[in-house]
């Protein structure tokens, strides 16, 4: 088996963005160099990656269990082009992080075993709270940086943003189904269905904003604050509901099945970034962390977006 880190880059970029053409202009290539380096890909690993649908394209099971091993290759080598570029520099402190609840459990933990193998002398001191309580300790210089679902965050005028990853929401729902004949799901059909509401990280004010755009409101059977709740009941049947790609996992707790189906009503990503007080001069560590998680998600190689801000 042999594949490319250019493949790997269009994967990613397909699975985030849901169609080919979306990933393609995103990566600034041609529509086709996309589709041929995909299929060479599902070929060189013997298992489809995505299901072709009318709109786009979502990942099948196979799928989302190689796009976390592509994403860690991608984090490696972007690891391994900052390791050059810093190369004879060593770097001691700390820097204080702040994490809302989904980034500390879906998203930041295996970037911060990186973090600490690249910089084994910054100490990363985490604080894990609630988006308005982030943002006012960033602010107030109590937080060096942090990483949000920057999607909802308010206080754009001192808090400088910046995006990392995208994540596409989509309908849950159990395997027999029968949702599961439509390859692709309006709100309205959604909406006749018991509904299994998510509230942490204000992912029930975040479906509200987006159901209330529309004439339908969800039928709520049960809200709750755990993601693994929200996958049993969907997986056992009890009801449906819409979350993100980086909390979906195929299977819960108990072993059954959760599917995936796209909606065709717009339905916005969940976007994960880092936050920072645009008026402070960052620290060191500080900038070396923002400067490693720009480099994760990005393309190596290219310059990083910095802050209107330098390492002091």
Same mark, same amino acid.
């Given at each position: ?15 985030? @963005? !849901?169609? $080919? ?16 380096? #995909?299929?060479?890909?599902? &070929? ?55 994490? +809302?609840? &989904? ?56 808090? !400088? ?5 995208? +994540?596409? %929401?989509?309908?849950?729902?159990? @395997? ?13 059909? $959604? ?42 009941? $969907?997986?056992? !049947?009890?009801? $449906? &509901? ?6 979906? %996992? ?6 059954? *099945? ?16 880092? #936050? ?6 960052? +620290?060191?560590? &500080? ?22 801000? *330098?390492?002091?």
């Amino acid at each position: 088996m042999a594949f490319s880190f250019r493949q790997i880059r269009y994967f990613i970029a397909v699975a985030d @963005a !849901g169609q $080919v053409s979306a990933a393609a202009a995103n990566l600034n290539v041609s529509q086709s160099a996309v589709s041929s380096a #995909i299929r060479n890909l599902e &070929t060189d690993l013997a298992a489809p990656l995505f299901q072709r649908l009318p709109g786009g394209v979502s990942l099948t099971y196979e799928g989302h269990q190689f796009l976390r091993h592509a994403q860690n290759i991608l984090a490696a080598v972007s690891e391994a082009s900052r390791s050059l570029r810093r190369s004879g520099k060593s770097l001691e402190g700390r820097v204080s992080v702040g994490l +809302s609840y &989904t980034v500390a459990g879906y998203f930041i933990p295996q970037l911060l075993t990186r973090f600490s193998k690249s910089f084994p002398d910054v100490r990363v001191d985490l604080r894990e709270t609630q988006r308005p309580e982030i943002e006012a300790e960033v602010e107030k210089g109590n937080l060096d940086i942090a990483v949000i679902l920057v999607s909802n965050l308010q206080n754009r005028d001192r808090i !400088g943003s910046k995006l990392l990853v995208r +994540s596409q %929401r989509r309908l849950w729902l159990c @395997a027999d189904h029968h949702l599961m004949a439509a390859d692709r799901v309006p709100l309205a059909d $959604v909406a006749k269905e018991p509904y299994v509401m998510l509230s942490v990280d204000e992912a029930d004010q975040t479906a509200y904003r987006y159901w209330n755009k529309t004439p339908f409101r969800p039928n709520v059977l049960f809200t709750t604050s755990s993601v693994e709740a929200v996958r049993s009941m $969907v997986a056992t !049947g009890m009801g $449906v &509901t819409i979350l993100s790609d980086m909390v979906y %996992r195929p299977w819960s707790l108990e072993g059954q *099945h959760v599917e995936v189906r796209e909606l065709s009503d717009p339905v916005p990503s969940m976007d994960i970034g880092l #936050i920072w007080n645009d008026e402070e001069e960052m +620290s060191a560590p &500080t900038m070396a962390f923002y400067e490693f998680l720009c480099l994760a998600f990005g393309d190596v190689g290219y310059g990083i977006p910095e802050p209107g801000l *330098h390492a002091g």
